[in-house]
């Protein structure tokens, strides 16, 4: 009779410590009166409900029905998350062309069902596009190939 | 009359050629994005916002509005055809749309959303005309203490948009408010939990919240099965609906536009409320509710019609408060914010062009959804079919050119990775992220005028109840919690989205 419901379980921690993180943050900042709130007040008081309420959902977990949880997508994270990382470490010193073309073939990995080759000529397709979109026809300021590229002469 | 004169240079704004452009690019890229599955109308937008940064004002707000109504009916066609509903305002129209394009009426199932989201786009638009400005001359009489009983209504009411758990969606707000107070301290300049890092000082960015929690999230939760959908292989059918299935929507299409006109307005998910509540409607007055779940006319009208309806008026208390009624009008307050227009009631008076030329565009973009889409479903339904490994790397490329182009800022590349994995994670908790990003555009403005409103009150927190509107809305905050909490209600609520799943 007595499941957990580990999904309710993990958010209400999830969100206890979330809160704890912003409560104890706020402590080091000027409280205040209610009259003249500081800068911490709020945000402890918004710490110290999300903290009651992750209370209360941890609570709830205990009396309820496990659920099955879908499959993870771990393929998916790491190689869809550092796309826009990567993105942003590159786009000004390699410049947006070579760039945009790296963040596409990397996300593009992501999938099982991609091969290589198709991967690729998709990032070029996408490069080509995205160049002529936003580089051109949008006129956003971007340079198109970095001071990293520089040696070779671009 | 005031109403022509306005209407008129309404739509003289939105008439000319360019802005009319605008409209029609916004349309065609809404439907597109939004006929990707699992991709909702706040997803879309989201991912198409920095593209409309370029532009003026005026021209930039119609286009999103464009995308708008694109990326809604892109979600009614996804939930016809594959029952795949991007949000929950087209889950209801999944349940019988589906059923009728199994049963070979896919087109007539379509026309007829179309139709009634045109019919109801059309009435609500005047309804906004008519009464957003009277609604503004209110709004200048709201100060601090009012301001910050309405958002609190508007959040406490945002809960009744999420699926599954109360207290999880409490807690999803409560979260979208600590992340808004990230950033620099009005009051004092202090900096709040920025971590040091200077570039997060003026708070974290909105797009790349919304791309991270909504996207990119999305696009890790399909990537989960990494199989191929189903796409509906039988014909189309016959697009114009029969003489008997146009008398059949007449009456839903009427009450569906009543209850979304006036759902629309509450803060807080009207759209989604107004069609589950135009679904059980029909249902109960129809008479033959068997035929409900197995491809009933009514229940696709009412429900489309009720959720367009809704949709349009929930513009009302954003263009008159500066509130974000749901999470797509939070996407409509930063863009204006990011433009330079400050929401609320100055707009109708300050700026006449730009707050008349969006209401016309509001009805030209669903004009342009019927002439265009109509004939355009044979290629959207083609766009089903691209398997989705080559859909998401281009999505990804997009979301990341877009979030960089807001601020040029490489920072918001990486928080927009943290919101990805934080959405994702959220998701598998099964707390939804709609919650979240109403609290997050909502923080700041809440704070603040909760600050003014004590120091104006001289610190008594009494100052809340003994001003008749706050009182009032105080109290009406009180009344929703305590009807979402009601068991009977609660369970209601469960059978109506479990019909729905």
């Known amino acids: ?154 | 009359m005031d109403l022509i004169s306005n209407l008129t240079l309404g739509f003289a704004t939105a008439g000319t050629p360019e802005n009319l452009l605008f409209c029609l690019i916004g349309v065609i890229l809404g439907t597109l994005i939004g006929v990707l599955p699992g991709i909702g109308a706040t997803a879309t937008i989201a991912m198409l916002l920095p593209i409309t940064f370029q532009l003026e004002p005026v021209s930039s707000l119609i286009m999103l509005a464009g995308i708008y109504y694109g990326a809604q009916y892109g979600g009614s066609t996804t939930a016809i055809l594959i029952n795949m509903p991007g949000e929950s305002s087209s889950a209801v129209t999944a349940i019988d749309g589906y059923q009728m394009a199994r049963k070979g009426k896919a087109g007539t199932a379509l026309a007829v959303a179309a139709l009634g989201s045109f019919f109801a786009g059309t009435v609500a638009t005047l309804l906004v005309a008519i009464f957003a400005p009277p609604l503004t001359i209110i709004a200048l009489k709201f100060g601090a203490a009012e301001y910050f009983s309405l958002m609190l209504l508007g959040l406490v009411s945002a809960i009744a948009l999420a699926h599954g758990s109360i207290l999880k969606a409490l807690a999803m707000v409560v979260l979208g408010l600590l992340l808004g107070m990230v950033g620099t301290d009005i009051y004092t300049g202090t900096p709040r939990f920025t971590f040091g890092i200077t570039a997060y000082a003026d708070g974290l960015n909105f797009v790349a919240l919304a791309v991270g929690v909504f996207g990119i999230a999305e696009i890790l939760k399909n990537l989960e099965g990494d199989q191929d959908r189903s796409v509906l292989t039988t014909k189309l059918g016959s697009l114009w609906p029969s003489r008997l299935d146009l008398r059949r929507m007449v009456a839903p299409m009427l009450r569906g536009t009543a209850l979304g006109s006036a759902l629309g307005i509450l803060p807080g998910g009207g759209a989604i409320l107004a069609s589950f509540a135009s679904y059980t409607v029909e249902k109960r007055l129809s008479k033959t509710p068997e035929e409900f779940g197995h491809g009933a006319i009514e229940g696709v009208a009412g429900p489309e019609s009720a959720n367009n309806a809704g949709a349009q008026t929930s513009f009302i208390p954003l263009l008159t408060l500066g509130i974000p009624a749901n999470p797509v009008m939070a996407l409509m307050v930063g863009a204006m914010i990011i433009q330079g227009v400050v929401p609320g009631p100055n707009v109708a008076a300050e700026q006449p062009a730009l707050f008349w030329g969006i209401i016309a565009s509001m009805w030209i973009g669903n004009l342009m959804l019927i002439v265009l889409n109509l004939p355009l479903i044979g290629l959207w339904v083609k766009l089903l079919k691209v398997p989705y490994h080559i859909l998401f790397p281009v999505i990804m490329a997009f979301c990341s050119i877009g979030v960089y182009s807001v601020n040029v800022n490489v920072y918001d590349l990486y928080a927009v990775a943290g919101f990805g994995l934080m959405g994702y994670v959220l998701m598998k908790l099964r707390c939804e992220p709609a919650p979240l990003l109403l609290g997050f555009v909502l923080g700041p403005m809440l704070e603040e005028n909760l600050r003014r409103a004590m120091i104006l009150g001289r610190g008594d927190p009494t100052t809340f109840l003994t001003r008749p509107i706050s009182a009032t809305l105080l109290v009406m905050t009180l009344i929703v919690l305590v009807v979402v909490l009601l068991p009977q209600v609660r369970k209601k609520r469960a059978e109506v989205f479990s019909e729905s799943d």
């Open chain 1, 1 to 154: 009779m007595n499941t957990i419901n580990k999904t309710d379980a993990v958010a209400g921690i999830l969100f206890i410590l979330i809160g704890l993180a912003f409560g104890a943050q706020s402590l080091g900042m000027e409280l205040g009166t209610s009259l003249r709130m500081g800068p911490g007040y709020f945000p402890l008081v918004l710490a110290g409900i999300l903290i009651l309420l992750g209370g209360c959902i941890l609570a709830s977990s205990f009396k309820s029905i496990d659920e099955e949880m879908t499959a993870h997508a771990w393929r998916g994270m790491m190689f869809i998350l550092p796309a826009p990382i990567f993105f942003g470490l590159t786009v000004r010193g390699l410049g947006f062309v070579p760039s945009i073309f790296f963040t596409t073939l990397i996300a593009a990995l992501a999938s099982l069902k991609m091969k290589p080759l198709a991967a690729l000529l998709l990032s070029v397709g996408v490069t080509i596009f995205c160049t002529l979109v936003f580089s051109y026809a949008l006129g956003l300021p971007f340079r198109r190939f970095g001071p990293w590229l520089s040696f070779l002469g671009m």
